[in-house]
């Protein structure tokens, strides 16, 4: 894996409180437990293996076959890192600790696979490769990697089904207050299940059978956190709704929008949707994942910005009391007097690259309106602007060099431009 910067996500206290083998943050981070970080039950050794293993789960979306498919680390590894690996191990007290445990008894077959490019075996032909990892497995070893794959298969199946009995319990109350909200209420969200079936719409806020049959099943912990996650989805749109100049001219859709993820907008209907049965995510088994539900009101306001943008619609700044932030930077139309001599707005000055050169994305220097920048002409550092009064303007224009508005009588015939090839009247240049 190509070095790179992840965070790094520390369960602390009960090790049940968050889904195993969970990718965090879109598979930005890695999950480890408070054991894997205490000197007491593990070493440094562990805890790098663990980010390795990490990084392919993540990579693959696969669990089981991660141990096999990082052999590769044990190749580079010393005696005494194999050994304090293996102490560490027999230490933890990870949930799924015996599969780490699995891992370290299989370390000196490990350390005996070849790599096509770390270690090149003699006779490639004697070798059986695992796809996708550059590892070359001898024939006399060609048993232990599909045993150490069923060992972790065990231990994995029975960590879920752990995390799962520790969560299962149903609360017939927790499920009639989220249909009560939904009644009552009527958020303007669409709740949706299996193949993207509309189980609840705000159309027809009593019906409710449809959603209160998915629910049946649901882990309380999980009803109330859907509750919550719907309460996020509704506020992000109502305040989208109060602050959109014309409502009347949304289309119903952003082009091209996904139909998956934590919420997406409804192709059809024009609402955010909220599926109980998105893949990966288990909503209706179990609390949800940490940050899950800041995630939740994150991809609303994204997907109505997007929509926002494909209409062309203004949003107002100070729709909920904020005031819009002052330009970081001067533009043309707010540049100093017009009196002061100043190059040509076409070229920025070159503070104004220094800072432009930290920021991220890079900003962009707004084009001046005067024919001579259009027309690539550079002004000289010293050019006078071009409605200045020495220049005894009558036109009644606006110099694009300094952009002030001066108003002059519009009668007779222009005699501000000056004989200076670095000066130009912006009215008589166009």
Do not use: K
Not at 77 to 92: I, K, L, M, T, V
Not at 104 to 128: F, I
Not at 297 to 324: F, K, Q, S
């Amino acid at each position: 894996m190509p070095p790179r910067r992840r965070h790094l996500a520390v369960v602390t206290g009960d090790a049940l409180a968050v889904r195993p083998y969970a990718q965090l943050l879109n598979t930005s981070a890695w999950l480890l437990y408070e054991a894997d970080v205490d000197p007491a039950t593990s070493d440094p050794e562990l805890l790098a293996w663990l980010l390795a293993l990490g990084d392919r789960m993540a990579a693959t979306g696969e669990v089981t076959l991660a141990a096999v498919q990082t052999a590769a680390w044990w190749l580079e590894r010393s005696d005494a890192e194999c050994a304090a690996f293996a102490a560490a191990a027999r230490r933890s007290t990870r949930p799924d600790a015996d599969a780490v445990r699995a891992t370290a008894d299989a370390v000196p077959w490990l350390r005996r696979l070849a790599h096509e490019t770390l270690r090149p075996p003699a006779l490639l032909g004697a070798h059986r490769p695992v796809p996708g990892t550059g590892l070359l497995v001898p024939a006399h070893l060609e048993t232990e990697p599909p045993a150490l794959v069923a060992r972790w298969t065990t231990v994995a199946r029975s960590t879920v089904a752990a995390f799962q009995g520790r969560w299962r319990v149903r609360d017939p109350a927790v499920t009639a207050a989220l249909l009560d909200w939904l009644a009552g209420d009527a958020p303007p969200l669409l709740v949706v299940g299996e193949r993207g079936r509309i189980v609840w719409d705000p159309a027809t806020p009593d019906r409710l059978g449809p959603l209160r049959a998915v629910l049946r099943d649901a882990d309380a912990a999980a009803v109330a956190a859907v509750r919550n996650d719907l309460d996020a989805v509704a506020r992000v749109t109502r305040d989208f709704r109060a602050a959109v100049v014309e409502p009347s001219a949304l289309p119903a859709s952003a082009a091209g929008a996904l139909q998956r993820g934590y919420g997406y907008l409804h192709a059809a209907r024009g609402l955010v949707a909220y599926n109980l049965h998105e893949p990966g995510m288990e909503r209706l088994h179990g609390p949800p994942l940490p940050y899950a539900r800041a995630m939740v009101a994150a991809r609303a306001a994204h997907e109505w910005a997007h929509l926002a943008d494909t209409a062309g619609l203004a949003v107002h700044a100070r729709a909920r009391g904020v005031t819009p932030a002052a330009p970081r930077w001067p533009t043309p139309s707010t540049r100093p007097s017009p009196r002061r001599r100043r190059r040509c707005t076409a070229r920025p000055p070159r503070t104004w690259r220094r800072w432009a050169a930290t920021e991220r994305p890079a900003p962009r220097w707004p084009r001046s309106r005067c024919a001579a920048c259009r027309t690539g002409a550079r002004t000289s550092s010293l050019a006078r602007c071009s409605t200045r009064p020495s220049a005894r303007p009558t036109c009644g224009t606006t110099c694009a060099c300094c952009a002030p508005s001066i108003r002059r009588p519009r009668s007779g015939a222009c005699s501000c431009a000056t004989s200076s090839s670095s000066s130009t009247c912006a009215r008589r240049s166009g």
